[in-house]
């Protein structure tokens, strides 16, 4: 009986990584993550400059410019690693830039279009009609107040700090992601960007997805809320807590954090 | 042996049938563009202007030449037709370096329009033509000299003082023919004081199969405070050869706009010469070329600034794919006393294949001192970041670097004049880039999508 409850819960794994190691320009940044994520949960990615935070984010949606060297990530099932950066998309990985990518001459609306319709090719799906295609639009720009005459702008281009960061949780919510990374989305964000955005967020929360939020900050967290923190330093997960880990990382920094990896390594 | 003796030789033996077969103000300066050529050498691979262009070797192949002028026996309406949605032009033909009678030739325009073939109105209004024509080729340009002596007919565009022409002018060019042929086309456009006018030149190639040479000279008169554009649109096949030199002379207030457009090609060299000896002229020089496979781009362009207060800006854009070869050399010269000039130039390139090669000259030689110029070029490959943002989002690499190279091009079709032929354009590119259109090798009786 005990067994069974355990195959059971370990099939609605959404995300197990096992060991990951990657590098990148030869020098190794990762060595060695481990990270399990189920649906419905929010996990939150804390640690200091140069810990390995963003290449993870990198690593798992499948930059090129990043190697894996080692270890394995399993993704609803499939071998994540194995997979293009489209088909990672296609099957449900979001990642949230945290410089969002600027595209000059390619319109939001173009861009937009192509997306949707690449992840409805690949389901063997028809490309969205040109009003249903709008009607989305629409909704979704809604859950981020995103200003419509962006969408006549090429992407990113000309959009303010606060704007880059509305539009990625507009892509988010218009691919409907399963998981979703955010890469410090709260950097250079005021507090009303910040309030919307993390909104934005919650409003696309269900039972059936999952977001990883990487942040250097708790502020973040106090709008995002939490179910595990994961503090990451020299490219490992050094400690796992609750909610109140990244409450006592506000209060005392990471030294400590620091100290007793360091000294566990020796 | 020099290639150009073949075709001095040819004038020598022919040069009689080829004057009869034209008319005295076109044959006028033939014998002396023949002495000029038979004084000079052709350009060596590697000289100065000519880095990356080998005349010699494009010139040697034994073309044949229609100077008999005997009908090819083709219907070009037949095969032919153009239609784009939006844009109405008034349209004409030219077939290899015939003209082509279209059923609105010389109807419906305004008067003071005059659109002929070049032959014919050197024919009929001798002293016009004989004004202009041959004033502008340097004779020491050899492919000048070299269609000078040669060319017996070609377009004729004269429009009159004042007269403001609303409707764009389309002029398809076709060449086809079933054994290696050399077109000579020769084309003068008189644009006199205030008038204005837009022409749409659309070059093809109907038969993919043949090696054709198309060797054309465009001389351009702007008069003062005229208004004039010229998009010269390529599309022809890997066969095709295509040496093009145009010649611009700007009066005071001029306002001209030239733009060359290379979607498909062989091997094409663009010689664009503009003038401004006179003030306050503004000169827009664009081009942008899509190169593959092993087609060959080589732009040579210089802009002389002569007078006091002249603008030019200049942008040319290149992707080049496969093993494919771009060039670009540009010279902006600023003369003693031209001073205020602005003038711009910039060259951008995108080279996507290690095998793919792109050159790039810019010059800016000034002897002015109280100017604004600037001149750049990048070479260089598709952000690796974009590309990767966009494949997150769900789109192959393959549609992001298409996207990507589409949006490289917006600037230059962004300065097109012309809002429907602009958005035609937008649309050709990315059919281009998406490679969901042919050439005019693919698409035969199709007919002109312009």
């Known amino acids: ?266 | 042996m020099n290639a150009l003796q073949q075709y001095i030789d040819l004038y020598r033996d022919h040069g009689r049938l080829l004057r009869e077969k034209s008319c005295e103000t076109l044959n006028a300066p033939r014998e002396k563009a023949c002495t000029d050529l038979q004084n000079m050498a052709l350009p060596r691979k590697g000289s100065e202007n000519y880095e990356h262009t080998d005349l010699q070797e494009l010139l040697a192949p034994d073309y044949a030449l229609n100077i008999a002028r005997v009908p090819l026996g083709v219907n070009p309406q037949a095969t032919f037709r153009c239609d784009v949605p939006n844009l109405s032009t008034s349209l004409f033909m030219l077939l290899n370096d015939g003209w082509a009678e279209t059923d609105i030739s010389r109807r419906n325009l305004p008067e003071g329009v005059t659109v002929d073939s070049l032959a014919h109105a050197a024919a009929t209004m001798p002293e016009l033509v004989g004004k202009y024509y041959n004033k502008l080729a340097d004779p020491a340009n050899p492919l000048a000299a070299l269609n000078t002596m040669l060319a017996q007919d070609g377009l004729f565009l004269h429009i009159r003082k004042g007269v403001k022409l609303e409707k764009p002018l389309q002029l398809v060019d076709i060449l086809q023919y079933d054994v290696p042929l050399m077109t000579v086309r020769r084309m003068l456009i008189v644009i006199e004081d205030a008038a204005e006018g837009k022409l749409l030149i659309c070059d093809h190639t109907q038969n993919p199969d043949v090696k054709l040479l198309n060797l054309q000279t465009i001389e351009i008169f702007a008069g003062r405070n005229s208004h004039f554009d010229l998009y010269d649109l390529e599309e022809s096949t890997e066969n095709t050869t295509r040496l093009s030199t145009l010649f611009l002379r700007q009066e005071s207030g001029s306002n001209v706009l030239i733009d060359g457009i290379t979607l498909f090609n062989g091997t094409t060299r663009n010689e664009y010469f503009c003038s401004m000896p006179e003030p306050d002229a503004e000169l827009h020089l664009y081009g942008m070329g899509i190169e593959d496979l092993s087609r060959r781009l080589d732009t040579y362009s210089r802009i002389s600034h002569e007078a006091e207060r002249c603008r030019s800006n200049e942008l040319f854009k290149y992707v080049v794919d496969d093993s494919s070869t771009g060039a670009f050399s540009g010279r902006i010269y600023v003369a003693p006393g031209a001073q205020k000039t602005e003038a711009y130039q910039a060259n951008r390139n995108i080279v996507g294949t290690d095998d793919a090669r792109m050159f790039s000259k810019p010059q800016l030689e000034i002897y002015a001192d109280d100017v604004k110029c600037s001149h750049g070029t990048a070479i260089g490959q598709l952000d690796a970041l974009q590309v990767f943002y966009m494949r997150t989002r769900g789109l192959s690499e393959s549609t992001a670097r298409m996207l990507l190279k589409q949006a490289f091009m917006a600037d230059v079709i962004e300065g097109v004049r012309l809002p429907a032929l602009k958005d035609r354009l937008r649309q050709l590119v990315e059919m281009r880039f998406s490679g969901t259109q042919g050439s005019c090798s693919a698409c035969h009786n199709e007919g002109c999508r312009i």
Not at chain 1, 88 to 116: C, D, K, T
Not at chain 1, 221 to 242: A, C, E, N, Q, S
Not at chain 1, 248 to 253: A, D, F, I, N
Request: aromatic residues 6%.
């Open chain 1, 1 to 266: 009986m005990e067994k069974k409850r355990k195959f059971r819960l370990s099939i609605h794994k959404m995300l197990r990584v096992k060991d990951l190691h990657a590098e990148i320009g030869g020098k190794e940044i990762l060595k060695g993550i481990n990270l399990e994520i189920n649906p419905g949960e929010v996990h939150a990615i804390m640690g200091p400059n140069g810990s390995g935070k963003s290449t993870l984010s990198m690593v798992l949606a499948g930059n090129p410019a990043y190697t894996v060297t080692g270890g394995e990530a399993d993704f609803c099932g499939k071998d994540l690693l194995a997979m293009e950066p489209e088909v990672r998309s296609h099957e449900g990985l979001f990642l949230g830039f945290q410089y969002p990518v600027e595209i000059p001459g390619v319109s939001m609306m173009n861009f937009m279009r192509a997306a949707v319709n690449a992840k409805r090719e690949y389901f063997g799906e028809q490309p969205m009609s040109a009003a249903a295609f709008l009607k989305l639009m629409r909704e979704k720009r809604a859950i981020v107040e995103l200003d419509n005459k962006l969408a006549s702008r090429s992407v990113n281009e000309g959009f303010s700090g606060g704007e880059k960061k509305r539009n990625e949780i507009f892509q988010m919510a218009v691919l409907e992601p399963k998981l979703s990374i955010l890469d410090e989305t709260d950097s250079g964000l005021d507090i009303d960007a910040l309030r919307i955005v993390a909104e934005g967020v919650n409003k696309l929360k269900t039972d059936n997805n999952a977001t990883i939020v990487i942040t250097h900050y708790q502020r973040l967290l106090d709008y995002i809320k939490p179910d595990f923190v994961h503090i990451l330093y020299k490219g490992r997960i050094v400690m796992t807590g609750g909610p109140e880990l990244a409450l006592e990382l506000e209060e005392r920094g990471y030294d400590w954090i620091k100290e007793s990896a360091d000294a566990e390594n020796k």
